[in-house]
């Protein structure tokens, strides 16, 4: 079944940290740039970091730059998300998807199931 799966997130107190992967199912995930983007309730799914094939673009959000790593193992299929000092603002549902191209406005195309990150104290 080709699939993007989804592991990680939860809650974690202001100042944690959770590390989120995507890893790929019946598919190579390194052909393909992917994206990680979250919505919070009430507002519009947003962009936070991506990364290319081959890893010569790596994008960050200015809300997540310098606290969130984004990171691909290809040998394992997979793409992670680093995030370091969280900030109650970052709670919202996280997705990774493939993207055609990588920057800022890049849309996904096939999507993971997403997970919740919920960061309170």
């Known amino acids: 079944q080709v699939q993007l799966v989804q592991s990680g997130g939860g809650s974690v107190q202001p100042g944690g940290s959770l590390r989120l992967s995507c890893a790929a199912s019946?598919?190579?995930?390194?052909?393909?740039?992917i994206g990680w983007f979250r919505q919070a309730p009430g507002k519009e799914r947003e962009g936070i970091s991506c990364i290319s094939p081959n890893e010569d673009t790596i994008y960050y959000a200015d809300s997540v730059k310098g606290r969130f790593t984004i990171s691909r193992d290809n040998a394992e299929n997979t793409v992670s998300l680093q995030m370091n000092n969280l900030k109650p603002e970052d709670t919202a549902v996280y997705f990774c998807a493939t993207v055609q191209w990588c920057g800022n406005g890049s849309r996904g195309d096939f999507w993971g199931q997403g997970t919740q990150v919920t960061v309170s104290s």
């Open positions: 019946g598919f190579v995930l390194v052909v393909y740039g």
